[in-house]
């Protein structure tokens, strides 16, 4: 299914032509039918497409799941992964940073049952309509809504609920905790669209602006002209809410899981270097490198350090901290200029071979560079090592940078914060 050339159909037998006026499915007649993005046809008569509701999003999203599933069971197979990971739980409300919340509700629960059908059928509309709003990427309807019933005791507590802010009172309340001629009871059903939204441009400065007023007032009319619609008894809102405001009850008992979708990288620094690029070792280190060399006292250093005792001659428990950092600094030494064979040469550094120094100018440069407080170069080495120009390391990613936009809703502008700006049916403000 992976690879299957969409959208040639999938067909169990060839379409057939029957005797009664029925519409049978051929997108060379209807354009409707030349409309399907994913079709499968039903072999009984009348032939059918069944999946006429796939959208760009949703073809996407299950074109990547049919190829994510077919690299499981080859892993299965060669014994790399259990079957368990075939069946996994659904990541969809950690996969988003964004999601759209439908909240349809009303006061029966007989007329809840039509009036959420009649909403979750038109969400494929909104999704539709979602796809051509520029910078997102991705509209993705969850399979199935929330019902919730709710037990409140005055009108700020059904308001609120309608909107899809569940009070914890309320959402513990209980329908013997109710007062007669007080409050009443609201049935909801909520449903999710998690949204991706296109990575900003490098370069770009300033927060960027996703207006989706227009998909949600067009949604929000399309369902009120149901013929059994009634505003008194009835209510949708559709309003923007970030991964980290989800309700609970999402998570279906689990604990919920942060966002995949990442934001700014902390920028990784180094600490600045000498300007001469070369590392100056302790005092402890000069000395221990001047006594090595013949003819230098070490009383002669800067400070006077002495000579540390020689570590053939102690145990390791005996040794200062000084020391161990000695001897850990002059292996360093003693390995940095080693060069793999075969390895490309550093900038600036010349391939060419350089001779070996006597042991008098070793001797001499050893001391000279010890005194000085520079870094001191073993003889053993014969080869010339340039150190790297330090700098600061930057990991700054610019991976959607979501955290910067604004998202402009059916109810008003929201800010990533989650808070909405603007007025909302009965509210002054309300904070996702």
């Not at 149901?226 to 405001?245: C, F, H, L, N, Q």
């Not at 000279?368 to 073993?378: D, H, K, P, Q």
């Not at 700098?391 to 998202?407: K, P």
Request: with cysteine; proline share 10%.
């Amino acid at each position: 299914m992976g690879q299957w050339q969409w959208p040639q159909p999938i067909l169990l037998k060839p379409i057939e032509e029957g005797p009664l006026q029925v519409r049978v499915w051929n997108p060379k007649l209807y354009p409707s039918d030349r409309s399907h993005r994913m079709p499968i046809i039903t072999p009984a008569y009348p032939s059918m497409c069944s999946t006429h509701n796939v959208t760009l999003s949703t073809q996407s999203i299950m074109t990547a799941e049919f190829k994510r599933a077919a690299e499981i069971v080859d892993k299965v197979f060669v014994g790399s992964a259990p079957w368990s990971e075939l069946f996994a739980p659904h990541d969809f409300f950690s996969k988003y940073r964004y999601y759209l919340q439908i909240t349809a509700s009303s006061g029966s629960a007989d007329v809840q049952l039509k009036w959420s059908g009649t909403v979750e059928s038109r969400v494929r509309q909104l999704v539709m309509k979602l796809e051509y709003v520029d910078t997102l990427v991705l509209a993705h309807p969850y399979v199935k809504g929330f019902d919730r019933t709710s037990y409140c005791l005055d009108e700020v507590e059904q308001r609120a609920v309608s909107i899809g802010e569940v009070p914890p009172a309320v959402a513990a309340r209980t329908e013997a905790d109710l007062v007669e001629g007080q409050g009443g009871t609201v049935w909801t059903t909520t449903f999710y669209i998690g949204l991706m939204i296109e990575r900003k441009p490098p370069g770009a400065n300033g927060p960027r602006k996703l207006d989706i007023s227009y998909p949600t007032n067009e949604f929000t009319k399309l369902v009120k002209m149901w013929d059994k619609y009634e505003p008194e008894t009835m209510g949708v809102i559709v309003r923007y809410i970030k991964s980290t405001a989800l309700p609970a009850y999402v998570h279906e008992g689990k604990e919920p899981e942060a966002p995949k979708v990442s934001g700014l990288k902390r920028t990784k620094t180094k600490a600045a270097a000498p300007s001469n690029g070369i590392k100056s070792p302790s005092p402890a280190a000069a000395a221990a490198t001047a006594a090595s060399v013949p003819g230098v006292d070490p009383s002669s250093l800067p400070g006077g350090v002495p000579a540390p005792p020689n570590p053939a001659n102690a145990s390791v428990d005996s040794l200062t901290d000084d020391d161990l950092s000695s001897e850990r600094l002059n292996k360093k030494l003693r390995s940095s200029s080693f060069v793999p064979e075969g390895s490309a040469p550093l900038p600036g550094v010349s391939s060419a071979p350089t001779p070996p120094p006597t042991s008098e100018t070793s001797a001499l440069a050893a001391a000279t560079l010890a005194t000085n407080g520079g870094a001191t170069i073993s003889s053993a080495s014969s080869e010339s090592v340039t150190p790297a120009a330090s700098g600061t390391a930057s990991a700054n990613g610019t991976e959607g940078d979501e955290s910067s936009s604004t998202v402009t809703g059916a109810e008003g502008t929201v800010s990533p914060d989650g808070g909405v700006q603007g007025s909302l049916p009965g509210l002054t403000s309300v904070s996702a």
